[in-house]
């Protein structure tokens, strides 16, 4: 992951090589960095496209199989999730990552006594790697347990040169869970790495305002100026405008 923290979120355009043509090679590299783009810029399902297409293209590149799995818990489809675990598990059996990515797709389909048995068996393995962790301490968030802000810092603490994007992860899991102020670290860390990540600035905006900050304002229209139209970005802030408004005639209320 460590190739990828330069990218610049905006551009869909590059890779590590080009043709004969001046254009870059569409190889299962070049869809892998356009898939990680479109999810860095809160385009889910266009990333779900891309990392399909660097599989057609190499279907033993492993960090696609875990990006699609991924993409599909993100859009809801637990199921597919669950599928394309296994089929990736006959190529990686029983990959430590791959059971984290089936506990993710139970939790998030309110099967919370098979996602804590799969994250038992992933954190079962040796050398388990930062997102192993992640998801560990967001199947613990489910249960209220007290260590599992320990597991998201140790997921951190492994990352590495990919600190940034594992931040960024961490701190929609930790928003996610309403544990805002870790949240709020991880996310302003996560901005400064990526400040063109329009998925970075939405999530410390939505986590902002949460917490009642005037600064939601700025993050979300960040947001949107990266990602123009973005409706996901525009009502998170509408909402906050609307409690800007809702505030401002309470006060006028109380005054009079």
Not at 2 to 18: C, I, P, V, Y
Not at 37 to 45: H, I, Y
Request: proline share 2%; aromatic share 10%.
């Amino acid at each position: 992951m460590k190739r990828f923290t330069s990218l610049e979120f905006g551009d869909s355009s590059g890779s590590k090589g080009e043709s004969g043509s001046g254009e870059p090679i569409r190889d299962a590299d070049y869809f892998h960095e356009q898939a990680i783009k479109s999810f860095m810029n809160g385009d889910f399902e266009l990333a779900l496209r891309n990392y399909s297409r660097s599989l057609e293209r190499s279907t033993t590149f492993f960090d696609a199989w875990v990006g699609q799995i991924r993409m599909l818990i993100e859009l809801g489809e637990y199921p597919e999730a669950l599928v394309w675990s296994d089929k990736a598990m006959e190529l990686f059996p029983e990959n430590a990552e791959l059971l984290a990515c089936k506990a993710i797709a139970c939790l998030r389909d309110a099967k919370f006594n098979k996602a804590m048995a799969f994250s038992d068996n992933a954190v079962s393995k040796e050398n388990v790697g930062p997102r192993v962790w992640l998801a560990r301490g967001e199947v613990l968030m489910q249960r209220k347990s007290r260590v599992a802000e320990e597991c998201v810092s140790k997921a951190i603490s492994l990352a590495g040169e990919s600190a940034d994007i594992i931040r960024l992860e961490a701190g929609r899991i930790l928003r996610k869970n309403g544990r805002y102020a870790a949240a709020l670290e991880c996310l302003e860390a996560a901005v400064k790495g990526y400040p063109k990540s329009a998925l970075a600035w939405y999530e410390l905006g939505c986590c902002q305002a949460k917490m009642g900050f005037d600064q939601a304002k700025i993050s979300l229209k960040q947001s949107i100026q990266i990602r123009p139209h973005w409706e996901r970005a525009e009502n998170a802030l509408d909402a906050v405008n609307s409690t800007g408004i809702f505030k401002r005639m309470f006060r006028g209320l109380f005054r009079r």
